[in-house]
């Protein structure tokens, strides 16, 4: 009988080696080893398209393959982290648009509800409208489970002319590197614009400079900042309208 139990306590103590074993192999199989690699990924995801760039990058603290393709009047940009393999960016944008000057401009509530259909079960955080190269358009912002959406409308038409999402990272300032913590540059956000209420912080490397990127929203207005990790410095600021 202890024999049995023995050999029954061996075995089992097999199977979740295995199992373990399995799991390592299985995110050491998914790491991207080269730009090659990250090429034929994006190519999975985006089939027959032409791969116009493949940059290795820094974002987060994290090793990512940006990469760039076109497939038909569409300009895709997709990037990947290189630990795991995991899709941390995917977006597209039409390269030809037609002004479409004859037509009206539609309400921005039919803008909502096509965005919504879009992304299901979405949250739209800013509805801002805007004249880019002559064409009137739609600039929504979702929030959705663990992603944040940028989708561009053609003002006259509703015609969808780019669509992108990002993974949300940790508003967590724990493990940065910068001078700044989180808290601090929410603080920096907030004196710019009294009154205001914070509803996204991340932080980010940009170009090789650490930033922390603070969304506010007051009245009617939403408004993005990009602050210097390391001094405080507001780098960029903007400001849109939301409905």
Not at 22 to 45: D, F, N, P, Y
Not at 90 to 103: F, I, L
Request: glycine share 8%; proline share 1%; aromatic share 8%.
């Amino acid at each position: 009988m202890k024999s049995g139990k023995k050999t029954a306590a061996l075995l089992a103590a097999g199977f979740v080696l295995a199992g373990s074993l399995a799991s390592a192999q299985g995110v050491l199989a998914a790491k991207i080893s080269s730009a090659e690699q990250a090429r034929q990924k994006a190519l999975q995801k985006v089939p027959n398209a032409v791969v116009t760039d493949v940059d290795l990058d820094r974002e987060n603290g994290q090793q990512v393959y940006d990469i760039e393709l076109v497939k038909g009047s569409k300009k895709y940009d997709l990037t990947y982290r290189v630990s795991d393999g995991k899709m941390m960016e995917y977006g597209w944008e039409k390269t030809a648009v037609s002004p479409s000057s004859g037509s009206s401009v539609i309400s921005t509530q039919k803008c909502r509800q096509l965005a919504l259909n879009k992304v299901k079960n979405g949250t739209i955080t800013a509805i801002s409208q805007k004249v880019d190269d002559g064409i009137d358009i739609y600039k929504v912002k979702i929030t959705a489970g663990n992603k944040r959406y940028t989708l561009e409308y053609h003002a006259r038409t509703g015609a969808l002319l780019e669509y992108k999402w990002k993974l949300t990272a940790s508003s967590s300032s724990s493990g940065q590197n910068g001078k700044v913590d989180m808290e601090k540059a929410k603080q920096i956000a907030l004196d710019a614009v009294p009154g205001a209420t914070v509803y996204k912080a991340e932080y980010d490397v940009d170009d090789g400079v650490a930033v922390y990127e603070i969304e506010l929203i007051k009245g009617s207005y939403e408004y993005e900042f990009k602050i210097d990790a390391n001094t405080g410095a507001i780098l960029e600021q903007d400001k849109d309208w939301r409905d």
